[in-house]
């Protein structure tokens, strides 16, 4: 166990939090008005407001841990610069987290709840969404130990974009993208969850896991992957946010 800062800045709603020997000790969410970055401009008072509740505690800081997308351009680019400077200034491991794993976390938790009452329980896949304007989100499907099934991927939805999957699974949809695609995926296997958003508190297990693995980032160098994989690809206008 560690003590870890977490970071969540991809949609219009930010969030810190910090966690020790498993426990959240600190937790700050700002909900933005759907302009994008809005609500990551007040990152820098909250990130005051954390390592604060750090040094109170008498605790040591062992890493960062930054959500990396996909998600708002603009948000993810303030969160990783704020979690390379607090790393380095710390002199921390800087940790980072998919957006798209992070969503499923509070469904994985909650096994019960979501998927006992299904007659194949075991066929179950999980299809978090970011919002990506339109018709279109940023998804990937996970089974429930999150291995991937399918990677993340820029899809413009319709009835037969996931049919695939649906056809031989339970899938359940969820994030801010998933809500405009409820009436056009009508397959009987598809599950629509909602109020699922990323939140830094739900950030700990998988920083963690990624911290006893050694699965450190550069702070110097760091980039998220999404911004390589995608930045080239998307129109402008999803680029500004």
Known sequence: MACILQIETS????????????????DKVEQGNGKGSQASEKLG???????????????????????SGPGSYTGL???????KGLAYGSDAKL???????LLCVPLLLNEEKYFASLAEADKVLLCPMIDARRMEVFAALYD??????????????????YKEFLDSHHVFFFGNGAQKCKEVINHPNAHFVADIQP???????????RLR???????????????KDY???????????
């Open 11 to 26: 949609t219009d709603v930010s969030s810190i939090a910090v966690s020790n020997d498993g426990l959240c000790v600190f």
């Open 45 to 67: 008072s909250m990130a005051d407001e954390a390592m604060k509740a750090v040094e109170e505690a008498h605790l040591h800081l062992d890493a960062v841990a930054v959500s």
């Open 77 to 83: 680019r303030i969160g990783t610069s704020m979690a």
């Open 95 to 101: 940790l980072s987290v998919p957006t798209l794993q």
């Open 144 to 161: 429930t130990s999150l291995n991937e099934v399918r990677g993340v991927q820029s899809d413009i939805v319709d009835a037969d974009t």
């Open 199 to 209: 939140l830094a508190k739900n950030m700990m297990p998988l920083a963690e896991m």
């Open 213 to 227: 693995k050694g699965q450190y980032e550069d702070v110097a160098y760091f980039t998220p992957q999404y911004f």
């Open 231 to 241: 930045q080239a690809k998307l129109p402008k206008n999803l680029l500004k946010d």
